[in-house]
């Protein structure tokens, strides 16, 4: 099954900087859009960013003008630059990607804690 691989994750105290990268694996064919969701205890997962195939970007409200999604479409990455990071941003981290059906993609997740 594919699936995609997340790094980048981790303990940073408030104000700090974190980068999140994803890779889909090439078996996974031509991808369409890719996103961040995240997710707190005992909520549903919600969208951070996405970007288009086109390289158009969305960002929830809590997130703009913090994160940044970027995307290298050759090699089928895609990253999220998280600065000025809040305690309210820990939570795992979910990389999701669009192929031809359209199928989604998930990874795994990856923890990120923003603590003193």
């Known amino acids: 099954q594919v699936q995609l691989v997340e790094s980048g994750g981790g303990l940073v105290q408030p104000g700090g900087s974190l980068r999140l990268s994803c890779v889909a694996p090439?078996?996974?064919?031509?991808?369409?859009?890719m996103a961040w969701y995240r997710q707190f205890p005992g909520e549903q997962r919600e969208l951070v960013a996405s970007i288009a195939g086109g390289g158009i970007t969305n960002y929830a409200d809590s997130v703009k003008g913090r994160f940044t999604i970027t995307r290298n479409k050759a090699f089928n990455e895609v990253y999220l630059q998280m600065n000025s990071l809040k305690p309210e941003d820990t939570a795992m981290y979910y990389c999701?990607?669009?192929?031809?059906?359209?199928?989604?993609?998930w990874g795994q997740g990856i923890q990120v804690t923003v603590s003193s």
């Open positions: 999701k990607a669009v192929r031809a059906g359209p199928i989604e993609l």
């Open positions: 090439k078996t996974a064919g031509a991808i369409y859009g």
